[in-house]
């Protein structure tokens, strides 16, 4: 006689935090608009199951595209972001800020209709891909020396913005970030005979952590070291 199974029923999940945006200035004109390209930025880095709490600052004063991001290494669901206002608009408007606004005091007026979404997705891709490398792979600069911590940035930035490209989601160009990488590595003794093939290596891989970053920097900093030890 058959018998009939019954599936026992699942837990139920229990409901995900929604994601809190706070930011300064809090009446930021632009933050409606900015807040679909961060919550689109998060989901397309798979983070938005991670994070959830955001502040994001504005510097007001910068019309420059300066960005960086700060976590707790020990803690993902919280970050801070910080965008330069030049973050919200296009590269040509930002030239043209420098020709027309150069010697004035204030920042810029931002109409509602310059915000460019593509300029700001390019940032805020960029610098929560840190936060997604560090969840994923453990990478982190908190325990390097401060005098490699921009040399390894820049490293980590070339990978970040060559997975970006690939996926063809907003991000630096190759020849953009190629110029960025050579102005502040080629000073290193291994640039010349490594700039080139490090920056392909970066650019392509898929898969690194702070030890392969490490090792790059080596190679860059201390040629003849690094050679005798890939030797041994």
Excluded at 108 to 125: D, G, H, K, V, Y
Aim: proline residues 6%.
């Amino acid at each position: 006689m058959a018998t009939t199974r019954h599936a026992s029923p699942r837990e139920p999940r229990e409901p995900r935090p929604p994601l809190r945006i706070r930011w300064q200035p809090a009446d930021f004109h632009l933050r409606a608009q900015a807040d679909e390209v961060i919550r689109r930025s998060l989901h397309d880095l798979g983070l938005d199951a991670v994070v959830q709490d955001l502040r994001v600052h504005v510097d007001l004063t910068n019309r420059d595209d300066h960005a960086y991001i700060e976590w707790n290494t020990h803690d993902h669901r919280a970050a801070r972001l910080s965008f330069a206002v030049g973050n919200f608009v296009t590269r040509e408007r930002r030239r043209a800020w420098a020709r027309t606004w150069g010697r004035r005091a204030g920042p810029p007026p931002i109409a509602p209709q310059q915000f460019s979404r593509r300029s700001f997705a390019e940032a805020c891709l960029h610098e929560l891909f840190h936060l997604k490398d560090d969840h994923d792979s453990g990478v982190d600069l908190t325990g390097a020396p401060a005098s490699e911590r921009e040399a390894l940035n820049e490293l980590w930035n070339v990978w970040i913005d060559g997975r970006l490209n690939r996926r063809g989601l907003p991000a630096m160009t190759r020849g953009e970030r190629r110029r960025v990488y050579a102005r502040t590595l080629s000073g290193t003794p291994g640039y010349r005979k490594r700039g080139d093939r490090i920056f392909q290596a970066l650019w392509n891989a898929d898969h690194l952590g702070p030890r392969e970053l490490r090792a790059y920097l080596a190679e860059l900093r201390h040629p003849k070291v690094a050679v005798r030890s890939r030797r041994g």
